[in-house]
């Protein structure tokens, strides 16, 4: 059989993939969400400045340390220094979770996209009760998650992505022409996005828009390393990460610039404050948008096709990132085939996801039966990794490059890989060393107040909750550290070339 490198074909191919893994809901719907709830467009110029200070430099490591082991994050982690290979799997553990409730989400946007011709509204919460449906939607997008993925990495994640991500991006644009050329509103809508009020900057809408960084470029979480592993020598990490940075800044941009006029265009017409019509959380997308387009008639019908389609390709190729990591350790670890290996993954995130859907439809019906610590599995999951183990991972992955295997060695073996980086290695190196992870930590400490001494209408008290949070996520930490010590450290946990090895002998 002819040996075929696992990994993308081209440099714009992994561009696109990872991109398709960044783009999500977190740019469509998270980033417009957030910058509406923290007043608008002093929060896109905060998001922005977390992109430049932090975003792209932890995503330069994340990529290099995969790119240089061509492995998954175990190995890859463990290839940076001896004992370093537990980031890999705590790594690992993050998208795990993450894979869950986002597939829940994703089952969501196909439900939306598939009833567009046939949607009120105030169907949103009836839906998200009815089990069957949600859990049917949620074995859906999983499934076509789960063909991708068996596809291979050329075949499948990069082809998917070559079609896929063009067309988001076409969407969004002609969405955004349609918004703007909407008349009555839009400029109100446009001012709110665009003129930022500085005296909206605060030190919780820093924190978020930090955080909002790290999610929607996919890092801390070991997504980066996977993808990173698949490139070859061939491509300029530097430039194909500013691409990516670039690339899902704009995507998320371009999706307020779709949303707020649109959103304040059915206020004006209406007669009613947008404000008060809910811009963020789950309402703005599954309460407010199909208000919105139910408002419009028919091409409001066609117009929600579109968009939640958009919404629903965004979602798919996050969500095939996260169930590729996992998949890419199974094959590796324990020398399975592909497509054995992401149906186990696939059918794990699937029994999970049923509780954490259920447990949604409850919240949205504004019941809380069936919640832990306060909060349903979906926020819980959402807040355990995203809160709590994403700053730690993103923290951990540039000390391995800064310090580990040290900053100016890793400048200098990604200039050996003919990137010439000038200027920006230097800066490189102080930030990756220096300054990242401090203001990662400055995220994870104040990200962490919050949750055990949440802000009241009496000032910070003591959650008891909030505590059992924190104390849940270490406790995954630990786990993860010492199943690393006790099955993994002294054994080979295999690198791409298993996967050729491994599908070649199943050949023939
Ligand atoms: N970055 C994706 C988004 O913006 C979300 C995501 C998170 C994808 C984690 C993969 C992993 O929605």
Request: charge should be neutral; aromatic fraction near 12%; proline fraction near 2%.
């Amino acid at each position: 059989m002819e040996k075929k490198k696992v990994g993308f074909a081209s440099g714009i191919g992994f561009v696109l993939a990872a991109a398709g893994s960044a783009v999500g809901l977190g740019n469509l719907w998270g980033f417009p969400a957030k910058t509406g709830a923290n007043g608008g467009a002093a929060f896109v110029l905060l998001y922005i400045a977390s992109v430049l200070l932090i975003g792209i430099v932890a995503m330069i490591a994340e990529v290099f340390i995969g790119k240089r082991a061509q492995a998954n994050p175990v190995t890859a982690y463990k290839k940076t220094g001896k004992n370093m290979g537990w980031v890999g799997l705590v790594a690992i553990i993050i998208p795990a979770f993450i894979s869950c409730y986002y597939a829940v989400l994703g089952g969501y946007t196909v439900k939306l996209a598939l009833s567009s011709f046939d949607w009120q509204p105030e169907k949103f919460a009836t839906f998200a009760a009815n089990k069957g449906d949600v859990v049917l939607m949620t074995a859906i997008f999983i499934i076509l998650a789960m063909v991708v993925i068996m596809g291979g990495v050329k075949d499948g994640i990069e082809k998917a992505s070559k079609v896929l991500m063009p067309a988001l991006f076409v969407i969004l644009v002609g969405l955004v022409v349609y918004a703007l050329s909407l008349g009555k509103g839009v400029s109100d809508g446009l001012s709110f996005y665009l003129k930022p009020d500085l005296s909206a900057i605060s030190g919780q809408a820093i924190l978020a828009a930090l955080g909002q960084a790290f999610y929607s470029l996919s890092l801390g979480m070991g997504i980066m390393v996977t993808y990173g592993s698949y490139a070859g020598k061939e491509i300029n990490l530097v430039k194909s990460t500013a691409m990516i940075c670039i690339f899902d800044t704009l995507v998320a941009l371009l999706g307020g610039l779709a949303i707020f006029p649109s959103v304040f265009h059915y206020a004006a017409v209406q007669g009613v404050d947008a404000t008060a019509l809910g811009l963020g959380g789950m309402t703005l997308m599954f309460t407010t948008l199909p208000l919105v387009f139910a408002d419009m008639g028919m091409i409001g019908q066609v117009l929600s096709l579109f968009f939640f389609a958009m919404v629903t390709i965004a979602a798919l190729t996050s969500v095939i990132s996260l169930l590729e990591v996992a998949t890419q350790f199974v094959i590796q670890k324990f020398r399975a085939n592909r497509k054995k290996s992401i149906a186990l993954v696939a059918a794990i995130c699937f029994l999970v996801s049923v509780p954490i859907g259920i447990s949604l439809g409850f919240a949205l019906n504004g019941k809380d039966s069936f919640t832990v610590f306060g909060m349903d599995l979906l926020s819980l999951f959402d807040t355990i990794t995203n809160t709590v183990l994403m700053p730690v991972c993103a923290f951990l992955g540039c000390i391995c490059v800064g310090w580990v295997i040290g900053a100016k060695k890793a400048v200098s073996e990604i200039e050996a890989d003919g990137v010439k980086m000038g200027w920006f290695g230097g800066v490189f190196a102080v930030m990756v060393k220096y300054v990242t992870p401090l203001l990662i930590t400055v995220v994870e400490i104040f990200g962490l107040r919050d949750l055990i001494f949440p802000e009241g209408e009496t000032g910070r008290t003591f959650s008891a909750n909030g505590l059992y949070i924190v104390l849940t996520a270490y406790a995954l930490v630990a786990i993860g550290v010492i199943v690393y010590f006790i099955f993994f450290r002294n054994s080979e946990t295999g690198s791409n070339k298993d996967e050729k090895v491994i599908e070649s002998v199943v050949v023939e």
